[in-house]
């Protein structure tokens, strides 16, 4: 990967941080505890309850991808960056761009 690439691929992974941090605290403030006592009514209750999970599943792996992300950012300085780490070959940048978390090339990823 050229300098340029990595340039790109950086302000990717800073953009996707900015972002996924706004959508947690969103998500947040819907996964907030559904109180008992409400007055919403026993189905509109259990609306809510079954929202609540889809809610808390999203706010798990936006968790989970804003740490992939900050992990990799650590990297950008590094050899491993960019590399597949199992073959250590380069990852291709048009498949950084779309997913820069990703640790795998295709090849390695499809073997799992
Ligand atoms: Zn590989």
New binding site residues.
């Given amino acids: 990967m050229n300098k340029e690439e990595k340039n790109i691929l950086v302000n990717i992974i800073n953009d996707e941080i900015v972002k996924l941090t706004t959508k947690i605290a969103e998500l947040k403030e819907f996964t907030a505890p559904v109180s008992p006592d409400n007055s919403i009514g026993r189905i509109s209750r259990m609306d809510a309850i079954n929202n609540k999970s889809i809610y808390d599943a999203s706010l798990r792996n936006t968790q989970n991808r804003l740490s992939q992300l900050n992990e990799i950012l650590k990297l950008k300085d590094d050899d491993a960056f960019g590399v597949?780490?199992?073959?250590?070959?380069p990852?291709p940048f048009e498949r950084l761009k779309l997913r820069p978390e990703i640790r795998?090339?295709?090849?390695?990823?499809n073997?799992r």
């Fill in positions: 597949c780490m199992k073959c250590h070959q990852i795998l090339c295709a090849t390695c990823l073997k």
